[in-house]
């Protein structure tokens, strides 16, 4: 799948729509019979014939049929060769919504993570991209692939449509055709039905989600031995403690910890109330520590150095508890991010006039010595996350620009385009992964209570291994009354890598995250894979330690790359070798591993790999804000899962994204989802920057493979919750099986910006066996978008629509 972005409702088309729904028709609604541009590869092939200077050649095959097709081979280096150019004036209308056909066979494999691809780019600015990209199996086989491309007119820009391949490889282009539209059959609720009588098809198993499980407090049974922090840690008076005695209140916490370890039974850390600053040069660590409560008594730490890592590392501790503690970052040692406002943009786009209204000339001055990493769009008034249908940032890949500074005005000179807004007020973020507060490591029975974390140089909470039986109560990462600071934590707020699932975030509140408020998945990974040197090895290519984190006796599952099973299994018989280096952590490395059992012939390089010692499971999410985050507000993937009674409002993506990701060796998250309840919930004015066309709740993800039809996600119960102003679906279910979706309200009350012609439906692609029960869509005007369900009857089946209502307030 590819992140789209928004485009426009007005066109004669829905009037139609309109006359139709108050008809109370149903319609199938196809993309034009007629290709706007079918691709001709008569150019390419005159580009490289009798000879080119290029590093592609082409050569014509023919078919049986009598047609003939081009076979494109990249024949030297690694880079993006796009050997396709396809002008937006090529497809001859001025509608937006489109979708690209590609016939292809591949004859040689990129080595991943290069693909295959077809993106659209506007000249505005790289971050309104586009992209589709894929691999394939070697072996000659005819595959089409069809995804939709919003074309949506930006101010200043054009569109331009590219296809290529990363490195050496070889395809056929058997056909690449672009038509207006989709293919897509639409089922309408029906306008103030009134139905009562419960509806549920009998084929449908329900989704059961979370199942209760009890977390052990050591605090249950008392304090039992007290460790005080009296005496010892030094809070601030009148004036901020020195930096020496920062330094020992961090050397403290430790010494405490430690003191902890060796008394059996209950204990406590008691921390009078009181602002302490902190400046260690490392992280404080908690090993294999049992039956230990840290209490904070509502003081607040300050953490004022800069060592990478984290603050707290807690790994191998059952039963533990960390309570009313508050955790701040010292913008004044290092900013997260800086505010601006955009007083000009050259022509060009490469020279920028800013204003840094909120710095003082000393700050502006720091500003030449700070990495400059993206731009994040604010409003003006809140300084939280301004979307509206914009990109949500503008990654700068580090490139600090030439500055040129003036009291607090700055002029930013790049070497490359940045699509900045004058008058627009933006921060620049300076920190993103540089430290966590708090990251865990093979838990169990932990508690964080009361614990609030204001802003913070990465993200909140990271687990790796196998924690489980875990728990967030009342925890915040919010922004500290009367800052102005424009991000809490400059990442995520609650992030699993992998875990053993058992796990439970209640009563807690998120806001202005640099990223996702909370990510829950397990690794997988997919990079190239070669048999060995005997009937029982296999080396991973491009898989660093932390990938798949491998331990003798774990069992490796195979998946095909389209993400279907692949039916093997494998224990692994000892320690993997990195590259020679167990400790090596590079993308590049190769890990060798040996099984206990000879390995089966045929497994593909592009075979994806999951550790089956992870399991994220059994998971429970209630009760819970999130408000203005940068990111979506939940990302899960696991099995198990109920999501209820939560408030979702002004988030920059999804409120909840369900998926399947690999992306390029960046991150690959999860295998997919069974047993999920979504219920209870409500979602205010959320993707506001259009991510996966302004779905609400999204299913899918992205794959090297391209679109897969694999059913991804299974039994899903979607009910009973309120969508406002949903900017694209209120739902969207890609590889999904078994869903029901029943008793949800859907309104249009205000639109947002951005809101697309599908806003408020429930959208499917791939899907099998979904069943749209007695949900109300409300309109407050008369309606510009379709409501109801969509679907495209070749790739979905069993798509059911009974007893919606349509309801029109004026």
């Known amino acids: 799948m590819i992140h789209l972005s928004h485009i426009g409702i007005r066109t004669p088309l829905f009037l139609l729509f309109f006359v139709m729904i108050m008809l109370g028709y149903t319609c199938t609604l196809s993309a034009a019979q007629r290709y706007e541009y079918v691709w001709s590869p008569e150019g390419l092939y005159r580009g490289t014939h009798p000879e ?41 209308t001025d509608a937006t919504d489109f979708t690209v056909e590609v016939t292809f066979r591949v004859t040689q494999s990129t080595t991943l993570p290069r693909t295959f691809y077809i993106f659209a780019r506007n000249s505005k600015s790289h971050a309104y991209d586009i992209w589709q990209r894929w691999v394939g199996e070697p072996d000659g086989k005819q595959r089409t692939i069809r995804f939709p ?52 098809l009998k084929t449908t198993t329900l989704a ?15 304090q039992g031995k007290v460790i005080s922090a009296k005496g010892r840690m030094i809070p601030d008076g009148d004036q901020p403690v020195s930096d020496d005695v920062a330094e020992n209140n961090g050397k403290e916490i430790q010494r405490m910890i430690n003191e902890a370890k060796r008394i059996p039974g209950n204990k406590t850390i008691l921390i009078p109330k009181g602002v302490y600053r902190i400046a260690n040069h490392g992280g404080v660590i908690a090993d294999g520590v049992d039956d230990l409560t840290i209490d904070g008594q509502d003081s607040e730490f300050i953490y004022q150095r800069l ?34 406002r955009v007083k000009g943009v050259s022509d060009d786009r490469r020279t920028l006039e800013l204003d840094f209204y909120a710095y003082n000339d000393e700050q502006v001055k720091r500003l030449e010595k700070l990495d400059w990493m993206m731009f994040l769009p604010l409003q003006t008034d809140t300084l939280y996350p301004k979307r509206d249908g914009q990109p949500e940032k503008f990654t700068l890949s580090h490139q600090r620009p030439t500055l040129q500074i003036k009291g607090n005005q700055v002029t930013a000179q790049y070497r490359n385009p940045v699509a900045l807004t004058p008058g627009q ?87 202005g995250m640099g990223d996702d408020c909370i990510n829950l998945h397990d690794n997988t990974w997919q990079g190239g894979l070669e048999y060995g040197d005997n009937d029982r090895q296999l080396r991973l290519l491009n898989c660093p330690k932390h990938r798949l984190r491998i331990e003798p006796g774990d069992v490796l599952r195979f998946y095909q790359p389209d993400f279907s099973p692949a039916g093997v299994e494998l224990e692994v018989a000892d320690e993997p070798e990195y590259d020679g280096k167990p400790n090596a952590y590079v993308n590049s490395t190769i890990t060798t591993i040996n099984f206990t059992k000879p390995i089966p012939k045929g497994l593909s390089y592009l075979s994806i790999v999951a550790n089956t010692r992870f399991g994220t499971h059994n998971v429970l999410i209630a009760n819970n804000k999130f408000y203005r985050a940068f990111g979506r507000g ?45 219920a209870n919930n409500k979602f205010i004015d959320v993707n506001r920057s259009g991510r996966w066309e302004g779905a609400v709740v999204y299913t899918g993800g992205r794959l090297p493979w391209g679109p897969t039809d694999y059913p991804l996600f299974d039994q899903f119960l979607i009910e009973n919750n309120h969508f406002i102003n949903s900017p694209g679906p209120a739902m969207t279910l890609t590889t999904t099986h078994n869903a029901v979706i029943r008793n949800n309200v859907i309104e249009m009350i205000n639109p947002m910006p951005n809101t697309t012609p599908y806003a408020g439906t429930v959208f499917n692609v791939h899907t099998s066996n979904i069943n749209v029960i007695q949900n109300l869509w409300r309109y407050h005007d008369k309606p510009e978008h379709m409501s109801g369900v969509i679907y495209n009857p070749t790739e979905s089946q069993q798509v059911h629509s009974l007893q919606n209502q349509l309801q029109i307030k004026n």
């Open 52 to 92: 080119s200077k290029n590093p592609w050649s082409t050569k014509w095959v023919n078919n049986d049929d009598g047609s003939k097709s081009i076979e494109v081979t990249i024949t030297r280096g690694t880079g993006y060769y796009n050997y396709i150019v396809i002008p937006r004036h090529y497809l001859k």
């Open 149 to 200: 491309m919003q074309l949506t007119p930006v101010e200043g820009g054009k569109w331009t449509i590219y296809a290529g391949a990363q490195g050496m490889c070889s395809i056929i282009y058997d056909r690449i055709a672009i038509k207006q539209g989709r293919d897509i059959e639409h089922l309408k609720p029906q306008v103030d039905a009134d139905f009562k009588a419960s509806v549920l």
């Open 208 to 222: 059961t989600g979370f199942s209760p499980i009890q977390i052990i407090r050591p605090d249950d049974n008392g």
């Open 307 to 340: 060592h990478g890592g984290q603050l707290f590392m807690i790994s191998r501790c059952n039963r533990m508890v960390v309570k009313n503690l508050n955790i701040d970052w010292n913008w004044d040692y290092y900013p997260i991010a800086s505010m601006f």
């Open 425 to 511: 007020t933006y921060a620049v973020r300076h920190l993103y992964y540089n430290l966590i507060a708090f990251k865990l490591a093979n838990c169990s029975h932990l508690t964080f209570d009361g614990v609030t974390i204001y802003s913070m140089p990465g993200m909140g909470w990271l687990n790796t291994g196998t924690t489980h039986h875990w728990r967030f109560n009342n925890c915040k990462i919010v922004r500290r009354p009367g800052s102005k600071h424009p991000l809490t934590t400059a990442a995520d707020g609650i992030h699993a890598g992998e875990s053993k699932g058992d796990l439970i975030i209640e009563n807690c509140v998120f806001t």
């Open 634 to 678: 939940i990302l899960h993937s696991g099995n198990d899962v109920t999501v209820k009674g939560n408030h979702f409002e002004e988030l920059g993506g999804s409120a909840i994204q369900v998926q399947a990701d690999i992306v390029d060796l960046h991150w690959a998250e999860g295998t997919g989802t069974r047993n999920m309840v979504i």
